[in-house]
């Protein structure tokens, strides 16, 4: 059940992440879920390194942490991305 769980919170924060990232985003989905879940990692080690445990309730800072984590790593890996299918359409 915890796989399915990161799976399903990576693909979520990874259409957050392409909702705010302004322009159009070219990664396909499965690449997007996996960023994602990366950012979901990143995000809950950022706010144990800043002191923000689990608390009573929603942990929303621990969210907010998530977010933005998924932001960068979503903007970065879709840059990677077409840097990675642009070199392979000049080849074709």
């Known amino acids: 059940?915890?796989?399915?769980?990161?799976?399903?919170?990576?693909?979520?924060?990874?259409?957050?992440?392409?909702?705010?990232?302004?322009?159009?985003?070219?990664?396909?989905?499965?690449?997007t879920t996996i960023f994602g879940m990366l950012g979901a990692i990143v995000g809950n080690a950022l706010a144990r390194a800043f002191g923000v445990e689990a608390t009573p309730g929603i942990d929303w800072l621990r969210h907010i942490f998530q977010v933005i984590a998924a932001v960068v790593i979503v903007a970065l890996g879709d840059m990677l991305y077409m840097a990675t299918l642009g070199k392979r359409r000049e080849r074709a």
């Open 1 to 31: 059940m915890g796989w399915l769980w990161a799976i399903i919170v990576g693909f979520v924060l990874g259409l957050i992440a392409k909702a705010i990232i302004p322009g159009k985003q070219h990664s396909p989905l499965w690449l």
